[in-house]
T-cell receptor, first 115, second 114 residues
Framework: AQSVAQPEDQVNVAEGNPLTVKCTYS??????LFWYVQYPNRGLQFLLK??????LVKGSYGFEAEFNKSQTSFHLKKPSALVSDSALYFC?????????????FGTGTRLQVTL | NAGVTQTPKFQVLKTGQSMTLQCAQD?????MYWYRQDPGMGLRLIYY?????TTDKGEVPNGYNVSRLNKREFSLRLESAAPSQTSVYFC????WGQGYSPLHFGNGTRLTVT
């Protein structure tokens, strides 16, 4: 069975510092990987995805993620955090050969950026 | 652009009552989904509809039914609500057949069953 692990419930970062939100996955075959962000009282918003090709994926709002096949990881990064980045972040995975209904979400990591 | 619209935003039910959560999308997407979000558990798929006229069970379908009314609308029905169904419910849509197509979510319905 496929799974996603987000090992940190919360990540605290000072504004202007780099941030990393960790994600590891388990799936049969090659993965499609996604990051979503959720602001308070809102639905999830798509940030970025990895399909194939370049291991460094760039997404919305200056976020990027690095795919590492040997470590089965897909960590979300940003060079300089903003207070407005404070939100709940979800990693998700589905198998390359599956359908969109086979998407599995992690439990989420709360990012808190302070001045 | 409305995207995915869910109604109602909030609902309180007593155990045994029924209700229908409504969802509509204006992006001409083929596929629609219902998820529930519970603390510490991420999002879990309840039901999905790959295309108009089809529906299938997801990970946690017990206690729910769905109707794909047309291409735009996908409703979720709780026939006899239970406290375990207290949750935040999200509707989403996407293109089908393109597994890398991201989901577009509504803003959720917060349901409390007492």
């Amino acid at each position: 069975a496929q799974s996603v692990a987000q090992p940190e419930d919360q990540v605290n970062v000072a504004e202007g510092n780099p941030l990393t939100v960790k994600c590891t996955y388990s799936v049969s075959g090659n993965p499609y990987l996604f990051w979503y962000v959720q602001y308070p009282n809102r639905g999830l918003q798509f940030l970025l995805k990895y399909i194939t090709g370049d291991n460094l994926v760039k997404g919305s709002y200056g976020f990027e993620a690095e795919f590492n096949k040997s470590q089965t990881s897909f960590h979300l990064k940003k060079p300089s955090a903003l207070v407005s980045d404070s939100a709940l972040y979800f990693c998700a995975v589905r198998p390359f050969t599956g359908t969109a209904s086979k998407l599995t979400f992690g439990t989420g990591t709360r990012l808190q950026v302070t001045l | 652009n409305a995207g995915v619209t869910q109604t109602p935003k909030f609902q309180v039910l007593k155990t045994g009552q029924s209700m229908t959560l409504q969802c509509a999308q204006d992006m001409n997407h083929n596929s629609m989904y219902w998820y529930r979000q519970d603390p510490g558990m991420g999002l879990r798929l309840i039901y999905y509809s790959a295309s108009e006229g089809t529906t299938d069970k997801g990970e946690v379908p017990n206690g729910y039914n769905v109707s794909r009314l047309n291409k735009r609308e996908f409703s979720l029905r709780l026939e006899s609500a239970a406290p375990s169904q207290t949750s935040v419910y999200f509707c989403a849509s996407s293109e089908w057949g393109q597994g890398y197509s991201p989901l577009h979510f509504g803003n959720g319905t917060r349901l409390t069953v007492t």
